[in-house]
């Protein structure tokens, strides 16, 4: 008796592109003449952008409240279980099929100048008259009935190509998972993931604001750069522990050395190009990594392997000029802070090098409560630079690193930088969203472009190894992190204010000032609430800017004989009247080890 065989699932990516495709079919549906421009699917599921406009004087007004029959179209596609078909056409017949749609048109010529097969995917057989057809590489899935559980979850506005030059479309953004209670989970991590978002946080807890005057950067408020200057301490004392020198270099930087090291052949869309009055062109450019400045330091005088490993950091303000589709509050600004450090080492080093800044990393994690998910080796791009025999021997080491610390990891396929192979540690946050912050790159290519020496220990010229690492990444992002991660209440070491101190009545003033001054001398950021407000209204303000301590001062505590405080906790706890020496003690000790969560006095 013969046994059918089972067909394999589908893979994610394929269903989501394929639900992409059954929403701009039910769009064609419902809004006659809306133009299809282009959508993928994503890491969280998918998007699809269109045109609103259907003539010349008329046009769709698309919004969420458009989806619930929108969706309802979609399961009657999904439920007809239409097959999706695949063809092969020539660059005629597909300009002749999507004639009418200009941005269907675009692709094509893309398409055509890079040599490219051009494919269709149908949802119904081609012959059909209520098919519907789209440019596509695919993957897709076999039929739309194997499409499991979706939603759509907002729309937004997003320009062509990314570029704030072109004709401003209507994205959808939706999901889509094998089971109803995958979707369940992703939708509740979503609605946490808004309660949460570092720009509301942001604005709820004055740290930080955005302006015309300088779009997608970022002004500080007293809170959040105190919040910055907490990260950039903590930087300092593990880098100066470490024996790592702090280094501070120019945000300007001449053509000459942009070109030298191969950022303006590599990275030139990103880079702010600067015009100095004496020149005609644009001469110069503001940093978009801090590698370039570093280098010149090594350059300064001769090195000698006595030196090395010479490890040198750098919190640098650098620029990349991102499109407005691409920022996204202090988490992808144009300007922000690189934790770069740049070790120069032999090559014998730079295994034993690299295994340190790995371990560092994960000191760093231990610190903010953040886990590893996962780990990338990231090879060869493309464009690079640098020999085959170089880029070989890099990749080698790395892998090599991986096996002997034994951490399991992806590769991603040419996906390094353009002078070396790379490390990417991906983060897990407290609702379980993955992000990339630390970077480890070995390259041996731009101690070669800038013919970088150090005298060896027989007394010869020989070329140093470089390695670049970041532990934050940008530090604003790992903030946006942060965050989003602790919901705004943060460790007691790194919250911008500390304690708040709430006088019951003007009565007790004095001791307030008093009390204030004890803890301002012990490092401790305090600050009164002097408002007119009663205490209830006073605790709860300073619950809702989530203040990890609040010390209520009335009669009794004022005339204490050893300067007592009743404390509560932002999460409400009420730990009575306590001594002030004995409050003191108890969270400089949280303070110094850096405690995640607060403890009992």
């Not at 090879?379 to 790395?398: L, N």
Request: net charge positive; charged share 30%.
């Amino acid at each position: 008796m013969s046994q059918k065989i089972k067909s394999p699932a589908p893979s994610l990516e394929a269903m989501r592109h394929s639900c992409e495709h059954v929403l701009h079919q039910a769009m064609d549906e419902l809004f006659p003449g809306l133009k299809r421009a282009m959508g993928p699917a994503t890491k969280d599921g998918f998007y699809f952008d269109f045109d609103p406009d259907y003539s010349s004087h008329q046009s769709y007004k698309i919004s969420d409240s458009d989806f619930k029959r929108i969706e309802a179209r979609m399961k009657k596609i999904i439920a007809a279980n239409l097959p999706i078909v695949r063809q092969e056409i020539s660059i005629t017949k597909a300009r002749k099929l999507f004639k009418g749609n200009p941005y269907k048109l675009d692709w094509i010529d893309q398409i055509e100048a890079k040599g490219e097969k051009t494919t269709v995917y149908w949802n119904g057989k081609p012959d059909q008259k209520d098919s519907s057809v789209d440019l596509c590489k695919g993957p897709h899935v076999q039929t739309t009935g194997q499409i499991g559980p979706f939603k759509l979850l907002s729309v937004a506005g997003a320009y062509w190509h990314g570029d704030e030059k072109n004709k401003m479309l209507t994205r959808i953004y939706g999901t889509c998972f094998p089971s109803q209670k995958d979707l369940d989970q992703f939708i509740s991590q979503q609605e946490e993931a808004k309660k949460r978002d570092h720009r509301r946080l942001g604005k709820d807890l004055d740290l930080f604001s955005f302006h015309p005057a300088a779009p997608a950067d970022i002004f500080w408020h007293p809170k959040g750069y105190t919040l910055m200057k907490n990260l950039f301490q903590y930087w300092r004392q593990i880098h100066e522990r470490d024996d790592y020198l702090e280094v501070r270099t120019p945000v300007i930087l001449s053509r000459q050395t942009w070109d030298q090291s191969g950022h303006t052949t590599f990275f030139i869309q990103k880079m702010y190009r600067v015009l100095t009055p004496d020149a005609k062109k644009w001469n110069m450019a503001l940093k978009p990594m801090n590698c370039d400045g570093g280098i010149l330091i090594y350059q300064s005088r001769p090195r000698s392997y006595k030196e090395f490993p010479l490890k040198m950091g750098e919190l640098g303000v650098v620029h990349r000029f991102e499109s407005s589709g691409e920022t996204h509050g202090i988490i992808r600004p144009r300007e922000f802070t690189q934790d770069d450090a740049h070790i120069y080492c032999t090559p014998k080093q730079v295994k034993d090098e690299i295994k340190k800044i790995i371990d560092l990393c994960f000191e760093v994690y231990q610190v903010f409560g953040l886990k590893l998910d996962h780990l990338e080796l990231s090879t060869r791009p493309e464009k690079s630079i640098g020999s085959d025999e170089v880029w070989e021997k890099a990749e080698t080491i790395m892998r090599q690193i991986l096996k002997e610390k034994n951490i399991p990891h992806k590769i991603n396929e040419g996906d390094g930088a353009f002078y070396g192979p790379k490390f990417d540690f991906h983060l897990k946050d407290a609702i379980g969203r993955t992000w990339q912050c630390s970077t480890i790159q070995l390259d041996f290519a731009q101690p070669e472009n800038f013919q970088l020496e150090y005298t060896a220990s027989n007394g010869q010229k020989e070329r140093p190894v470089m390695i670049h690492r970041v532990l934050y990444g940008s530090v604003e992002r790992f903030l946006g992190i942060l965050i989003e991660h602790f919901a705004g209440a943060f460790p007691l070491w790194l919250s911008p204010l500390q304690v708040k101190i709430i006088p019951i009545t003007d009565d007790q003033k004095n001791y307030a000032q008093k009390i204030k001054a004890k803890l301002f001398e012990e490092g401790i950021r305090v600050e009164i609430d002097s408002q007119s407000e009663t205490m209830q209204a006073k605790i709860r303000q300073a619950q809702l800017e989530k203040v990890p301590y609040m010390l209520i001062l009335g009669k009794r505590e004022a005339s204490s004989p050893d300067n007592q405080v009743s404390v509560r906790q932002r999460d409400g706890q009420d730990l009575g009247a306590i001594p002030l020496e004995k409050f003191i003690n108890s969270i400089k000790k949280q303070i110094k080890e850096k405690s995640l969560n607060l403890t009992k006095i």
